[in-house]
């Protein structure tokens, strides 16, 4: 079992990390596969932030769209992304030196060894486009590179 971190103050109120947006150095901890309201099948990899300050540890998601699930849901789930999904094109620009993976097989395990930059933004608006309140926002990785 992985260690439990204290997320900083001005953290959201369900104990989601709120942070200034920017790019931050991180580290791959885990992923998981989920289906977002039942019908579409996402990917969210956690990644812990590396850069030495006031942010160090902070653990923060990336969501990722995917074609479908391969087997059933949870921690390390497998699954199949689209040669155009951002979860393929980030990989790739993490490994640009490596042969590109097969879409069914993308080893983000592989994201362990190395240390990525990643851009945080700020949650503002909801799944219906509705403005969400300042004390219930949160923080996210965006994107990733090498």
Excluded at 7 to 30: C, K, N, Q, R, T
Excluded at 71 to 99: E, I
Aim: charged fraction near 25%; proline fraction near 8%.
């Amino acid at each position: 079992m992985g260690e439990c971190l204290a997320f900083p103050d001005g953290a959201g109120v369900d104990g989601s990390p709120l942070i200034p947006e920017g790019v931050y150095e991180m580290g791959y901890l885990s992923h998981s596969t989920w289906t977002f309201k039942g019908r579409a099948p996402k990917v969210v990899i956690y990644f812990r932030i590396t850069d030495p300050g006031e942010f160090f540890g902070v653990v923060l998601p990336a969501y990722y769209g995917v074609t479908k699930h391969k087997g059933k849901y949870g921690k390390s789930g497998d699954f199949k992304a689209g040669k155009s999904s951002n979860l393929f094109r980030d990989f790739c620009r993490v490994f640009p030196d490596r042969p590109a993976p097969r879409l069914d097989r993308i080893p983000l395990s592989n994201l362990a060894s190395v240390i990525v930059r990643g851009q945080v933004v700020t949650v503002m608006r909801g799944s219906d486009q509705r403005e969400i309140p300042e004390i219930a926002r949160y923080s996210r990785v965006k994107s990733i590179e090498r």
